[in-house]
């Protein structure tokens, strides 16, 4: 059986300099999890490469850019389609953030601390893998 309705999404743990990850807090008008938090990032474009979007994305809605960026997991969910979740680790070039219309407020954390936010079990798990 073909899967038709397919959704791939790239995101982002960007560290600081102090080993730090940047969350962002959703927009209190967002559909999907209103002032929730969550990593840079977002759906991949048609024809675009993920490597590519995780980084437009990171810039589009902090204003970062990151170095070596790199996919450290691959996970998949179905909602009311089949999402592919690439996860990405790299370092901030900056951290002036400059946040989007999408988001809040954003936040610079230790790893392990991101059991304090409203953020979905798969970030929380992969944020703890990388405060080891």
């Known amino acids: 059986m073909a899967i038709i309705n397919v959704r791939l999404l790239a995101k982002i743990f960007v560290f600081n300099e102090k080993g ?3 969350l962002l807090q959703r927009s209190r008008s967002d559909n999907r999890r209103p002032l929730g938090w969550d990593l840079p990032g977002g759906n991949v474009e048609y024809n675009e490469d993920p490597n590519e ?3 437009r994305e990171l810039m589009e809605e902090a204003g970062l850019q990151a170095h ?3 996919v450290f ?3 998949t969910e179905t909602e009311d389609h089949y999402i592919v979740t690439l996860l990405y680790k ?3 070039a900056t951290t002036d953030v400059l946040l ?3 988001h809040e407020q954003f936040r610079w954390i230790k790893p392990a601390d991101i059991v304090n936010f409203d953020m979905p079990e798969k ?3 992969s944020a703890l893998l990388l405060a080891v």
């Open 53 to 55: 979007a995780v980084l």
């Open 90 to 92: 790299g370092s901030a």
């Open 68 to 70: 070596e960026s790199q």
């Open 73 to 75: 997991y691959v996970g």
């Open 100 to 102: 989007s219309h999408e």
């Open 123 to 125: 970030y929380v798990k």
């Open 20 to 22: 730090e990850i940047l």
